[in-house]
């Protein structure tokens, strides 16, 4: 018997060849490197060795989108279809991707000058420097456009910051880190390539993380750092720079939500293969099966939102408001599939050698960073209603 697909209604079908190879070539890589690994990882909350952060950047996921790197033509169908496959393996493992080729090299290549795109993409595409992401901050999450107290004070030719960052992915290993700080003669969020070297830069990691385990997230303090001028983001002028980062971003953690759920869904639908109760395979029970089926209804009717969604920034007409809509929508399926089939497995659902409850656990991460669902939600609601209600 033949288990049928996870992408039930063929999505996949409509890559290129060239698309499908990498995609397999990926598949292969994950099932050799990360997968043998990865709760292992996890359950020690470490970071994935140099190796894998290499391996990746060898077969182009950080260069994807950007002029200065890309290896190979691609469409935002296609990225998407890569966090799909990393977040179905493991979710940390997709986090880093996102960070790396969509946070930071998103920051550079959205709102830095030629130069700085010439000079920074090409060594964060080889994975010669990891990069990190500073937005959040202690005192203000959902609301750093009108909340963030990291200031960036111009002096002569450099800029003096000083603040507080929180949750910041990789920032005590990284090598950069891409600080968003407010500018304090004009108010305004500018964002600025910080090397990690630099005095008064600190950052400590955040202990007992229950989800994400694999990533590590930093507290970071900001004494009297100085950054040149050349280090600022030239095109960044206001959060709009910022946002237009997320934006990018967004809907390829919509894909990888989905990928998360997978991950978790190919480990009951196996498992209800080989577990017996009341003399036969758990599969055969009629609610067990209902549990699968509609697993995979979420799962099929996510990937037909986010293929258009994708389809839509290819084609130049997403706005905010469509990426948001899938990111709050995966997401919540996400939630409910995860459940679902951590439940199929009874007690060893909540046991690790069984695997499923790393997804259950990573779900709550992705379901709350780059915008909550309430976030998400008030974003289309403001463009069904002409309402901003956040604010
Ligand atoms: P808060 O903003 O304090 O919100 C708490 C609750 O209140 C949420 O449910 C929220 O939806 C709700 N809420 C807030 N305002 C409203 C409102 N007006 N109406 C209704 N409900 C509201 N940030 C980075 O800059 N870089 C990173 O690399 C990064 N990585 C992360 C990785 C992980 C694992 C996590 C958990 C977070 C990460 N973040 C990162 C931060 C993430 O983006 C924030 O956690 C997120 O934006 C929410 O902010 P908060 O946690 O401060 O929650």
Redesign the pocket.
Known sequence: FEPIPSDFYGFENALSDQEKQTIVALREFLEAEVRPIMNDLWMNAEFFPRHIVTGLADLGLFGQPWEETRQFENSAVFRGWIALELARVDASVA?LVG?QNG?VMGSIAVAGSPEQRAEWLPKFASGELLG?????EPL????TAQGLQTVAKRDGDNWIINGA???????SISDVTIVWARDADDNQVKGFIVPTSTPGYSAKRIEN?Q??RI?Q?ADIVLTDVVVPESNRLQGSKSFRETAAVLRLTRAEVAWAAIGNSIGAYEAAVKYAGERIQFGKPIGSHQLIQELLAKSLGNITASIGLVTRVSAMLDEGTQRDEHSSLAKEYTTSRMRETVAWCRELFGGNGIVMDYGVVKYFADAE?IY????????NT?IVGRAITGKA??V
């Open positions: 986090t960070m946070l990190a992401f500073g937005l959040t203000s999450g959902s609301d960052k929180r949750w910041i992915g990789n920032g993380k989800a994400l990533v997230n991460a709350s960073y780059e915008g909550t669902r309430e976030m008030l209600a956040f």
